[in-house]
């Protein structure tokens, strides 16, 4: 079972930055990847931003590409979501959560994520 707790989340202005964090705890071993996806009122979940647990390999959707940036730091259990730039469309309720399942070669395919946070609330307005 894995815990995955976020923070991080606040009010910003359009241009400013926020850094999400989600800290993991319980037993990971079998954890492929870790991915942010967000939620907007009224919209599905999307993915975000993964990346990969074996290798560090990234992936991001192509609205937050070149503005945030996944990383992890592996002593701290803690994995990040740099997000710079940020743009009244970023609002939303951003989830940490942990692939279990390669089912698709899709690497924010959500059905494979199985363990996911509580959501921090980001809120771009001026």
């Known amino acids: 079972q894995v815990q995955l707790v976020e923070s991080g989340g606040g009010l910003v202005q359009p241009g400013g930055s926020l850094r999400l964090s989600c800290v993991v705890s319980?037993?990971?071993?079998?954890?492929?990847?870790m991915g942010w996806f967000r939620q907007a009122p009224g919209k599905e979940r999307e993915g975000v931003s993964s990346?990969?647990?074996?290798?560090?390999?990234?992936y991001y959707d192509d609205s937050v590409k070149g503005r945030f940036t996944i990383s992890r730091d592996i002593d701290k259990n803690t994995v990040y979501l740099q997000m710079d730039n940020l743009k009244p469309e970023d609002t939303a309720v951003y989830y940490c959560?942990?692939?279990?399942?390669?089912?698709?070669?899709?690497?924010?395919?959500?059905?494979?994520?199985?363990?996911w946070g509580q959501g921090t609330q980001v809120t771009v307005s001026s």
């Open positions: 959560a942990a692939r279990m399942l390669v089912t698709s070669s899709y690497e924010l395919f959500q059905n494979d994520y199985r363990s």
């Open positions: 990346i990969n647990t074996n290798d560090g390999s990234t």
């Open positions: 319980g037993s990971a071993y079998n954890v492929f990847a």
